[in-house]
């Protein structure tokens, strides 16, 4: 599987990314042609919100699957650092942290999963929870 990550903050642990995207795409039992994690600012990915979902607001993560479903993933995630390090504030978690569980949500939506309704929502909460957790040990 091929990840490439482009234009990353210098602090984020590059390796970390690669495990979680890793961990959920053989997780999920999906195999992967390439995913590439493109950081960019806070407006700048508000804009692409706005000309891809028609949605005029901030988010930290978008996650396109260039590929059919019944295919290998070829995706790419785009990352607002800016808009991460703010979560980890209102979550009150460490950015590390915040930055690879975006990374595993992103993934989680190249993988088919959806998050339009609270149930949804709280599948995809419990997945990156179990995947973060796998990171962490491993990374300990």
């Known amino acids: 599987m091929q990840i490439e990550i482009f234009d990353p903050a210098p602090d984020i642990n590059l390796a970390d990314i690669r495990q979680g995207v890793e ?3 053989n997780g999920e039992q999906k195999t ?7 950081f ?20 930290d993560v978008i996650a396109f699957n260039l590929n059919d479903p019944d295919q290998a993933i070829a995706g790419e ?14 979550f009150k978690t460490k950015a590390e942290n915040e930055v690879i569980r975006v990374v595993i ?6 993988c088919g999963y959806e998050d339009d309704t609270n149930e949804l929502k709280t599948k ?4 990156e929870n179990r995947y973060l957790k796998i990171i962490e040990e491993l990374s300990s």
């Open 23 to 25: 961990q959920v795409i």
């Open 32 to 38: 992967s042609e390439y995913i590439n994690i493109i």
């Open 40 to 59: 960019m600012g806070r407006d700048e990915l508000r804009l692409v919100k706005k000309e891809y979902f028609g949605l005029d607001l901030y988010t």
């Open 77 to 90: 995630l785009y990352l607002s650092y800016d808009q991460i390090i703010q979560n980890s504030h209102e």
């Open 105 to 110: 949500h992103g993934c989680l939506h190249l």
């Open 124 to 127: 995809m909460t419990e997945l």
